[in-house]
């Protein structure tokens, strides 16, 4: 199995380095500066700020109600680019640390602020991981970009906002009871997404099933560790109208995973197994498809790279979220016209919403004709 990966992916790394150079929308903008623009010095900004989410969330590792994040602004001429960068604790980022970050963080020195793909680079390179923090800069930037530019992100990279898919919405691990009731409560969306990976799996889908026949999507977040049983479960789950599975195993499983992956009747997506660009090729026979997320991955640039890659080898793609504000949210909508799933119900879960953007009608990921991330502040 190891074997057949590293030669397959031998055979494309070729084809996918072409077809990368033939699409790359960040050299088009670095070389078509609008006529109106005028140079001038950029200033970042920033506040922290807690969101409160509407029920305590429970995963397979943890439980928790509030998500601390970090609101940006990117100031040029009078105009504003908005980001955000969402720090959930078990990823290691927060406020303090998001600071850290973005005190190191000088874009004064930058005159060109369409030379997204230089900036970026430079920015990563400040530090190791702090991917929220990176993340919060490179979405005030495109968003500033596009309004410079006047045309929304989804315009930008020649998406279809018609293609957009249907959001999944989240139904944490609960008692019976609760979970009957969120799985009301979440009439208006077409799929629900089932936090698996405790002993109560199979109690969690008869429960909703009790309730309602839409499809579900599942992740377990790294919950089941023995493949036997994890196999056994995907066939138990399929004849329940499952489409997709996130994260069934530990990311560091990788033999069992593509042991899974090769046997599952579901589609096997890597989620905490895989965080930016460089980890989709070691992905590939691992997972049937990738979940891209803006604070595991450093933003719009790179998640929009991770997209284009994975497509390029055949694989899946589902775009993700943290809990975040309707600025994060519709940074990630962008990218939601070329998706498999969508799981964008980020800023719904949240009772302090500070934007209005990208929205969800009758569960479609609904996108605004608005320049820039389409993200206002109310
Ligand atoms: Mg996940």
Not at 34 to 43: D, E, I, S, V, Y
Not at 284 to 311: D, F, P, S, W
Request: hydrophobic content about 40%; glycine content about 6%; charged content about 25%.
């Amino acid at each position: 199995m190891l074997h057949n990966r590293r030669s397959f992916l031998k055979s494309t790394a070729l084809v996918t380095s072409a077809a990368m150079m033939i699409n790359d929308p960040y050299k088009a903008i670095a070389g078509s500066i609008p006529a109106h623009f005028k140079t001038g010095t950029m200033k970042l900004t920033y506040r922290p700020y807690t969101l409160e989410l509407r029920h305590v969330f429970t995963i397979a590792t943890n439980s928790r109600t509030t998500t601390p994040v970090m609101l940006t602004e990117i100031e040029l001429n009078g105009m504003i680019g908005y980001g955000e960068a969402s720090m959930p604790p078990y990823l290691g980022e927060s406020h303090e640390t998001v600071q850290a970050f973005l005190s190191k963080v000088d874009l004064s020195k930058y005159e060109n602020p369409f030379d997204l793909e230089a900036i970026l680079n430079d920015i990563d390179t400040i530090a190791p991981d702090n991917t929220a923090a990176k993340a919060s800069v490179d979405i005030a930037l495109h968003d500033l970009i596009g309004k410079l530019m006047g045309q929304p992100w989804f315009n930008i990279w020649g998406y279809d906002k018609s293609k957009t898919p249907n959001t999944s919405f989240t139904i944490g691990i609960d008692t019976p009871e609760v979970v009957r009731q969120k799985t009301k409560e979440a009439e208006e969306f077409k799929v629900l997404k089932v936090k698996l990976g405790r002993d109560t799996d199979k109690e969690m889908i008869e429960t909703i099933r009790s309730v309602t026949d839409k499809s579900l999507t599942g992740d377990v977040n790294q919950g089941w560790k023995d493949k036997e049983k994890a196999l056994e479960m995907l066939h138990w789950l399929n004849e329940r109208n499952m489409v997709m599975i996130e994260q069934p195993m530990p990311k560091e499983q990788i033999d069992d995973l593509a042991w899974l992956t090769e046997r599952s009747p579901l589609p096997i997506i890597g989620d905490e197994g895989v965080q930016r660009l460089t980890d989709i090729k070691k992905a590939v026979g691992v997972y049937h498809g990738i979940n891209i997320k803006l604070m595991k991955c450093t933003g719009m640039r790179e998640a929009q790279k991770m997209l284009t890659l994975a497509r390029s080898l055949g694989m899946k793609v589902m775009v993700g979220c943290m809990t975040e504000t309707s600025c994060a949210i519709s940074a990630a909508s962008h990218l939601s016209p070329m998706v498999d799933w969508a799981d964008l119900d980020g800023a719904l879960l949240i009772k302090n919403d500070v934007f209005d953007g990208t929205k969800i009608i009758d569960g479609k990921v609904t996108l605004m004709d608005r320049p820039g991330i389409g993200a206002v502040k109310v």
